[in-house]
């Protein structure tokens, strides 16, 4: 057996960006070391002065109490390494996610302002400027939220709230982006679907959905927006015939900050929090959320929640 693998997953402490003593790896093995020496001397002087099978007993006591400390303070630290490596790639994603819009924002503007000087028509490039500023708008909005609920300061002003009515607004603004994909929105809905919610959460809920939707799906997709009622309920699904997402994805794809591998090759902008608010507000508000797909195929992204006049 090698030694040198070992001792290289041993010191692993450059993937943390902290210093090889502070890596858990290194305490695991200092504490070790430790407790190993404890109980030898433990053995020497007490064979001396207490009965072998009292003695026994007293070694087995010790060392399961420094083990599970052992265990708390190797776990402390590799919590803190791996917060520490979160928070280096949050920053990295955040300033990647924000540089590409901000540097659009910038060159757009300068067009337009040469061409307006030119006496040109610049309307289209406002539209674009808008959007670029929705995008970002909408990666701030998800990082505040996840923070939000994090710290628990979340606090729901309940209104009454139309589904459709909120879900035409959200599709006339993206109404730029639907083009740009070359997709089609079909939105199959009741004429009135009322909830007791907060605007501002349940927008972004459906935001979130709908976005993911257009941008993972294929050139002259279709992206599907169905709200039944049930049971006193409202069921509300996004369904699109993209990317899809790999089975071995699935059962991760709520967490924060995850992206499934088979999207980077499509370079779409996000920081991996648009799911991971969805079901932080849908559960907050006494709902449930799921999803089914099949890559390749497409995926449809569901919540429910009461109907108003179920609360």
């Not at 993937?15 to 200092?30: A, C, G, H, M, R």
């Not at 939105?187 to 907060?198: A, E, F, Q, V």
Request: aromatic letters at 12%; one cysteine or more.
């Amino acid at each position: 057996m090698e030694l040198k693998p070992i001792f290289k997953k041993i010191f692993s402490y450059k993937e943390y960006n902290i210093s090889w003593w502070e890596s858990p790896q290194f305490v695991f093995l200092v504490l070790g070391i430790l407790i190993i020496c404890t109980i030898l001397i433990s053995f020497f002087v007490g064979r001396n002065y207490l009965p072998f099978e009292y003695l026994f007993l007293i070694i087995c006591f010790i060392t399961i109490i420094l083990f599970c400390l052992s265990y708390i303070v190797v776990n402390s630290f590799q919590n803190l390494a791996e917060a520490n490596l979160m928070k280096t790639e949050f920053m990295n994603i955040v300033s990647h996610q924000l540089k590409s819009p901000l540097t659009n924002l910038k060159w757009l503007t300068e067009i337009a302002l040469k061409e307006k000087d030119d006496g040109k028509n610049v309307g289209d490039y406002f539209e674009i400027i808008q959007q670029q500023n929705e995008k970002m708008l909408n990666l701030i909005n998800n990082m505040l939220i996840a923070a939000r609920f994090e710290q628990n300061r979340v606090i729901f002003n309940k209104e009454k709230l139309d589904l459709r009515e909120i879900t035409e607004k959200i599709i006339k603004k993206f109404r730029f982006k639907i083009e740009a994909n070359n997709t089609k929105i079909k939105l199959n809905s009741p004429d009135h679907c009322k909830i007791l919610g907060d605007y501002f959460y349940i927008s972004q809920v459906i935001e979130n959905l709908l976005e993911n939707a257009i941008s993972y799906s294929k050139g002259g997709g279709e992206v599907e927006v169905k709200i039944e009622k049930k049971d006193g309920r409202v069921r509300y699904s996004v369904k699109d015939n993209g990317v899809g997402i790999p089975k071995e994805d699935q059962n991760k794809i709520f967490q924060k900050f995850y992206r499934s591998r088979n999207v980077l090759k499509y370079q779409t902008q996000g920081l991996g929090l648009s799911l991971f608010t969805v079901k932080l507000i849908i559960n907050k508000l006494g709902g449930k959320v799921g999803f089914k797909s099949k890559e390749g195929k497409g995926s449809t992204f569901w919540f429910e929640l009461p109907l108003e006049n179920n609360l």
